[in-house]
């Protein structure tokens, strides 16, 4: 798992299956993911020891993001991660 604290961020997956780590979802923080990947998804996690949520769903369990796809991961709550993902 991969752990920036850029704002944006892209992702050359070295396997099937790999990860990213979003930073502290604190209020007004927005973090661009791109999975350069062609073919693999990955998983996009909240910041580990915290209970962040991305799109309401634990950042512990985290949430795919397709090969070739884009996210813009935007905190307007803190705690909360809104995601909107590239066509």
Avoid: E, H
Avoid at 11 to 23: F, G, K, R
Avoid at 29 to 40: G, I, L
């Amino acid at each position: 798992s991969r752990d920036w604290s850029s704002d944006v961020c892209s992702s050359d997956l070295a396997t099937a299956n790999d990860s990213v780590q979003l930073p502290a979802a604190v209020s007004g923080t927005v973090v661009y993911v791109k999975n350069a990947d062609a073919a693999d998804s990955m998983q996009v996690f909240g910041k580990s020891g915290r209970t962040d949520t991305i799109n309401g769903t634990a950042g512990n369990v985290g949430v795919a993001q397709a090969a070739g796809v884009t996210a813009a991961y935007i905190c307007m709550v803190d705690g909360a991660w809104d995601r909107l993902l590239s066509a």
